[in-house]
């Protein structure tokens, strides 16, 4: 299961990506019960979240452009120190005792930029890290130690916004952001750049390559409708949690049984290869619609977080499987340019959903809006596998063992 760390190349990248994600896990809910607690209002919630998604969706084919023609890790590192910056500031400010709205969806907004760079970049770096082989355990080592950090995140950003203040949850971010810019400089990889074409030319070769591929395409129409309903889940979330559940420890507390879901799913996909994968990882997505409908009931917090730990879990086993699908079936060249299609496609709707689940809770009530997001993803991962592609896909195995005999004297 771990033997991708014995690679020094995936021990750096994997070192600095899992501190990183320990402070990225700490920031979401520090930022939700600071707004929340601030304005109580699920739209500003949502704004501040929006400003951060718009321009990740505007710059991302940018960045897979730029990512296959430079070296990735170079790139990963360039927008963690933006990123850096970034959660150093909003740190001081929310240190100082007043949070300025203007101020946060701008930074936010500074902070998507970053990542539109980051994502596609990272996405296509791993294969240089480690053989091919082994790429579901070092997807899956990445989506383990990603998810443990959302089990840890939760506590410390509840613990640090009740007691200290929320700033403190953003210097942290900080800190884990200066610890993977100095991995990343240390890191030295093989980078095989595509032709310079002409932008609109690299772009387009990046399309062509994900429309040849019909289980990817249409399962990115799925990731789309999933992710819709995450922004609801996000924005309304809180909201009823606060309000009807318990307060802000019951909105922790479900953020936490999400993530101690996700850790198991990604242990999971150390070790289990479904012959038929996105048969499996789609009827799993679909059990997303569980804790929406709880939510939706005013269920105790303790069942929608069980619900949540179910739902989360199989989000994380199918990213371990839909990366090293990608990565074994998408050409090295293309691979940061077809993974920024993957991403814009996957998030387009989640700013719609982040700007819209706010007012739309606000005028047929947030149980209402709930419930008709579960159905929503329930049907969209249901009926993907109509689609002899998506159900026929299989994964390459990993290469057998082979132990050396002992010497003999």
Do not use: K
């Amino acid at each position: 299961m771990f033997t991708p760390l014995a690679d020094r190349r995936f021990r750096l990248l994997w070192t600095g990506q899992t501190l990183s994600g320990l402070g990225d896990a700490v920031t979401p809910v520090a930022l939700a019960l600071a707004v929340i607690q601030a304005t109580g209002s699920a739209t500003d919630l949502g704004a501040v979240l929006a400003a951060a998604a718009v321009p990740r969706l505007l710059l991302v084919l940018v960045g897979g452009v730029w990512a296959d023609r430079l070296p990735r890790h170079v790139v990963m590192l360039a927008a963690d120190v933006v990123n850096l910056l970034v959660q150093l500031t909003i740190g001081l400010e929310l240190l100082g005792g007043v949070i300025r709205l203007g101020h946060l969806i701008a930074l936010s907004a500074l902070s998507g930029a970053a990542s539109a760079f980051f994502m596609p970049a990272a996405d296509g770096l791993i294969p240089a890290t480690v053989d091919e082989s082994r790429l579901q355990q070092a997807n899956a080592l990445t989506q383990f130690s990603r998810q443990a950090g959302q089990v840890l995140g939760p506590m410390i950003a509840t613990t640090l916004v009740i007691t200290a203040g929320a700033g403190w949850a953003f210097l942290l971010d900080a800190a884990t952001f200066a610890v993977s810019v100095g991995t990343l400089a240390l890191l030295r990889v093989r980078h095989e750049g595509t032709p310079r074409e002409g932008f609109w030319t690299e772009l387009a070769g990046g399309w062509t390559e994900m429309r040849r591929h019909r289980w990817y395409w249409t399962n990115l129409i799925v990731h789309a409708v999933w992710n819709l309903a995450s922004a609801c889940y996000l924005t309304l979330g809180p909201l009823v949690a606060v309000r009807s559940l318990g307060g802000q420890v019951a909105w922790g507390v479900i953020t936490q049984g999400g993530a101690l879901g996700a850790v198991a799913g990604a242990v999971i996909a150390l070790r289990v290869r479904p012959r038929r994968p996105f048969t499996a990882c789609n009827l799993l997505l679909a059990v997303f619609g569980l804790p929406l409908a709880l939510l939706a009931a005013r269920a105790p917090a303790p069942l929608v977080a069980v619900a949540a730990g179910l739902a989360f879990g199989g989000l994380t086993f199918m990213n371990s499987l839909w990366l090293t699908a990608v990565q074994q079936y998408i050409p090295a060249r293309a691979l940061s340019r077809v993974m920024a299609y993957d991403w814009l496609t996957s998030l387009g709707l989640t700013p719609v959903g982040l700007a819209v689940a706010g007012p739309l809770g606000a005028a047929v009530g947030p149980s209402a809006a709930l419930a008709g997001t579960a159905v929503l993803v329930v049907t969209a991962c249901v009926l993907v596998l109509a689609v002899p592609d998506v159900r026929r896909l299989t994964l390459a195995l990993p290469a057998p063992v082979v132990e050396e005999p002992l010497p003999t004297t």
